[in-house]
């Protein structure tokens, strides 16, 4: 049985469909609709119904579309983890800012004002060594004077309430002790090595501090610092050898002892600075107070042991120390005290590397003065050399300045992203 709709015929008993053309169209019309050639599968033509999907159909529609909706959404996930994973992985590759030194943070009038307290404390402290206490041979008995006025007048402030004590753990206590006997070591190694190196030697060996001031700050705490810093640091040292230019003498136990002072009082210098910046964070004057009875008593016994001690004894029996020498012993353990506060206190707001850089200038300033007020004589390479490590001094002030602007800057940026 087959049935017209249209110009079509469709036989309702096979699946083959039969097309015919339709009246008015040519030949040529269906060449050019060639689509219509191929027609689905014929259905049954019962009744109009037959025209609409199945009901089977219309699941099965329902079914591919939704399965083609949960693709995209799986698609779409998917898309979305891999961004937060890029995200993530980019985060993890970027590098995390490095945290600005303390002494960046610092304002300069604060900082040239304690820089300029250490210096006039250490050169005043400088010339009454060498004019009041020159006749005074025992340099442990002189340091276990210098830290017992630390420990007494750090004392009478706390109980003044210049400070307050922190609760320290056991290990803090520790590293405080392992700090006083560096303290002590630093001045033995000092003392010993200058009996058998030339005092130029010494002091051209002192002026290498920067260089392991820099040296353990990149090693052990990652801290670089810029190739301006770097370089300005070269006139000051070289400045410093050629100002205190002399006879250089040395032995080979002289020459090791007298480095590793080098290394020992830069070491100092870094870990007091670490003390009070990092994570314990103490005051200089708490430093002091809980560093100085531990490194007076440490001295004490070294000057019993090496026999200070016993000859300081004879030279108080035999009538040897007047009162004014005991006066002029206290008035310099009072000086070293206030010059201890200072170099504490600079060395936390200025930092190591500079108070190292300070050290190297003292020696040109303490040559400066000796030509003023002693009449000492210098050639004409120890003047140049003095020259130089002012210049090199400036050049480095120059260089902290800029520094300092541009961690603001960078801390500013940070800040506003």
């Known amino acids: 049985m087959t049935e017209k709709m249209d110009g079509e015929f469709r036989e309702a008993s096979g699946s083959r469909t039969l097309l015919q053309e339709p009246v008015g169209h040519s030949r040529n019309d269906n060449i050019r609709h060639t689509s219509l050639s191929f027609a689905p599968p014929a259905l049954p033509l019962t009744s109009p119904n037959n025209w609409l999907p199945s009901p089977v159909s219309q699941t099965s529609m329902i079914g591919d579309r939704l399965s083609i909706e949960q693709d995209d959404e799986k698609a779409v996930r998917q898309e979305l983890l891999d961004d937060e994973m890029r995200d993530v992985e980019a985060q993890r590759d970027t590098p995390e800012p490095q945290p600005i030194a303390a002494e960046y943070l610092v304002s300069t009038r604060a900082k040239l004002a304690c820089l300029a307290g250490y210096f006039m404390l250490n050169l005043c402290l400088t010339i009454y060594n060498k004019e009041v206490l020159g006749r005074f041979p025992y340099p442990w008995l002189i340091t276990t004077l210098h830290t017992s006025f630390g420990a007494i007048g750090c004392s009478i402030l706390l109980m003044r309430g210049w400070f307050k004590l922190t609760r320290l753990t056991t290990k803090s206590h520790a590293v405080l002790v392992g700090f006083s006997f560096l303290y002590t070591v630093n001045i033995a190694i000092s003392n010993v090595s200058l009996a058998m190196v030339s005092v130029p030697f010494h002091q051209i060996a002192r002026s290498t501090c920067p260089i392991v001031t820099i ?16 370089m300005s640091l070269i006139p000051i040292i070289l400045g410093v050898g050629m100002a205190t230019y002399g006879d250089y003498y040395f032995t080979p136990a002289g020459f090791v002892l007298t480095f590793l002072g080098v290394l020992l009082a830069s070491v100092k210098t870094v ?50 120390m007047s009162s004014w020498a005991w006066l002029a012993l206290a008035g310099n353990g009072f000086l070293a005290f206030l010059l201890n506060v200072s170099s504490f206190q600079t060395n936390k707001l200025a930092g190591a590397l500079t108070l190292s850089v300070c050290s190297n200038l003292k020696q040109c300033l303490t040559i400066i003065l000796g030509i003023m007020l002693f009449n000492v004589n210098v050639g004409v390479l120890n003047g140049f050399g003095m020259f130089v490590t002012l210049a090199g001094a400036g050049w480095y002030s120059k260089v902290e300045l800029d520094a300092k602007e541009a961690k603001k800057r960078a801390q500013a940026a940070q800040q506003l992203g």
Do not use: D, H, K, W
Request: hydrophobic fraction near 45%; charge should be positive; proline fraction near 5%.
């Open 215 to 230: 040296l353990i700050y990149r090693f052990v705490y990652s801290r670089s610092y810029s190739n301006a810093t770097y």
């Open 271 to 320: 870990a007091s600075n670490r003390l009070m910046t990092g994570e314990l964070a103490l005051p200089p004057l708490e430093i002091l107070l809980r560093m100085s009875p531990l490194a007076a008593l440490q001295s004490f016994m070294y000057a019993a042991s090496s026999g200070e001690l016993q000859r300081f004894a004879q030279a108080v029996s035999s009538g040897n």
